[in-house]
């Protein structure tokens, strides 16, 4: 039996794990995984202490991924969102409706106690399916 190869997918502003932790972006068919994004960079974190200005990046980062791998926002399905402060789940509600449109990706909302780095706020991780992005509801 042979099934759709795995293609890891890189996108160059969007910064890579150390080799051998995991993959950023891995298409498999027609599906798009994306690991969690967060705001971190080498120089600290875009938005700084803001979970508004975390979600949005973290989301610019998933959308290059999922760009990079041939999807648009409307191919995204699924989030899972993972947050430090429960208090702040509307900046992170707002960054998504700033991409998404109706009907929203599903979305898990998990609050941790932190995240890989105490300055990350949020991470962002979804899964797309390339090629289905007409959105419409059904009742």
């Known amino acids: 039996m042979s099934g759709a190869p795995i293609q890891v997918i890189r996108a160059p502003d969007v910064p890579e794990p150390p080799p051998g932790l995991f993959s950023n972006c891995i298409v498999v068919g027609d599906t798009i995984h994306v690991s969690g994004q967060h705001a971190g960079t080498t120089q600290g974190v875009v938005g ?6 975390q979600s949005r990046e973290a989301l610019r980062r998933v959308l290059t991924l999922i760009k990079a791998a041939g999807g648009t926002a409307n191919d995204v399905v699924k989030l899972n969102v993972y947050l430090c402060n429960m208090d702040h789940r509307a900046d ?3 960054a998504r409706r700033e991409v ?3 009907p929203m990706p ?25 090629g289905h992005g007409g959105r419409t509801t059904k009742a």
């Open 48 to 53: 700084g202490t803001s979970v508004l200005e």
């Open 92 to 94: 992170v509600s707002t």
């Open 100 to 102: 998404f449109t109706e």
């Open 106 to 130: 599903c979305s898990t909302l998990v609050g941790v106690s932190s995240l890989v780095s105490p300055d990350l706020l949020v991470e962002i991780e979804a899964v797309a399916v390339v």
